[in-house]
Nanobody, 122 residues
Framework: QVQVVESGGGLVQPGGSLRLSCAAS????????MGWYRQAPGKQRELVAT???????SYADSLKGRFTISTENAKNTVYLQMDSLKPEDTAVYYC????????????????WGQGTQVTVSS
């Protein structure tokens, strides 16, 4: 089994910064992509940023310049650095991994974390 676990959410004032972490663990054969999504109350889940195994990054247009995704490959971990936070960034942030497990090496699957709450408020 593969697990994806987020951490680092919390309450921050507008203009502040926060860093989220996401670690993939378990019976991992290969990680293809890891990324962050978010879901605000009453809204659909949306892409925040992704990072492929080749190092390619992708961001939601509205977040470019404020959010940065990075990795620590040796630990199968990705980070989301969020700067200049706004109240509209308030959401549950989910980590996603496209991962193939050791018992199904040719079949990558989506794995989701449980989500971590980020609240931007004064």
């Amino acid at each position: 089994q593969v697990q994806v676990v987020e951490s680092g959410g919390g309450l921050v004032q507008p203009g502040g910064s926060l860093r989220l972490s996401c670690a993939a663990s378990g019976s991992i054969f290969s990680i293809y992509v890891m990324g962050w999504y978010r879901q605000a109350p009453g809204k659909q889940r949306e892409l925040v940023a992704t990072l492929s195994s080749s190092g390619r990054t992708s961001y939601a247009d509205s977040l470019k310049g404020r959010f940065t995704i990075s990795t620590e490959n040796a630990k199968n971990t990705v980070y989301l650095q969020m700067d200049s936070l706004k109240p509209e960034d308030t959401a549950v942030y989910y980590c996603n991994g496209v991962v193939s497990a050791r018992d199904s090496e040719n079949t990558p699957r989506n794995y989701w974390g449980q989500g971590t709450q980020v609240t931007v408020s004064s």
